[in-house]
């Protein structure tokens, strides 16, 4: 439980700073210390309240145009997703993690400035929703899309946040209708979710120390770490 409330205080405050990496983090930890099903389960439901809270406190800054667009997607095959929870092999998830992570960073790197679509945000966010609901880590092929769409620093932590909401209440249906909640797990869930809550108010306060570095450089710096430790996780 000390883990849990540690964890989940350092994921909601690197999220609110960054915009991405702090539910991978949380996820991997717990996936280590628990079966991965119960660690699917304790996170959804605190990652929604965190991204519920990130995406209010921050929403005047969001692209609801791509945020809705990638909704449409993202939430029938997220429901899917988490009746499917455990059946997507991992390796497929970190591929499209390392791919669409390089091509972003490339786009950084060689200042390349590339819109992405409504509609292909709708048909990224349903390969992204059945992939999030059925492994739990493939939120973070939201930031490399997000970020390839343009967006920086608030826009794009708020945006996120909206998608966040989406996947994570797409998944927590899924796994419900799966059998994956118990007493026991709701009580995580809890605990993980004011924890989060805590860390995203260290978080907003972190955030003009932060805005002092160049823009991009954190959110794509912390996307390259923590895909570097799901890539790792997968190969382990």
């Excluded at 660690?39 to 945020?67: E, Q, S």
């Excluded at 950084?108 to 992939?131: E, F, K, M, Y």
């Excluded at 805590?198 to 570095?213: K, Q, S, T, V």
Aim: glycine residues 16%; aromatic residues 6%.
């Amino acid at each position: 439980m000390t883990i849990l409330i540690l964890m989940s205080v350092f994921a909601g405050a690197l999220t609110t700073v960054t915009g991405a990496g702090g539910g991978l983090l949380l996820l991997l930890v717990l996936s280590a210390l628990w079966e991965p099903a119960r660690a699917l389960a304790v996170t959804a439901p605190a990652l929604l309240l965190g991204n519920a809270h990130r995406a209010i406190t921050l929403r005047k800054a969001a692209d609801y145009d791509a945020a809705k667009a990638f909704a449409l997607g993202a939430f029938p095959a997220g429901l899917l997703g988490g009746l499917l929870a455990g059946v997507i092999p991992g390796g497929v998830v970190h591929w499209l993690l390392v791919g669409l992570t390089l091509a972003s960073l490339l786009r950084a790197v060689l200042n390349v400035r590339v819109h992405i679509p409504a509609a292909a945000l709708l048909g990224s966010g349903a390969g992204i929703g059945l992939l999030t609901g059925a492994t739990g880590g493939a939120g973070m092929l939201v930031s490399p899309l997000l970020l390839s769409r343009g967006l920086v620093r608030e826009r794009y932590i708020a945006t996120g946040a909206c998608c966040g909401m989406v996947l994570h209440v797409s998944r927590i249906c899924g796994y419900g209708a799966a059998g994956m909640f118990s007493h026991g797990v709701w009580l995580e869930a809890g605990v993980a979710a004011v924890a989060l809550l805590g860390g995203n108010w260290l978080g907003l306060r972190l955030r003009p120390a932060a805005a002092r570095i160049p823009a991009g450089w954190l959110e794509h710096g912390v996307l390259l770490t923590s895909v570097t430790i799901a890539s790792v996780g997968a190969l382990c």
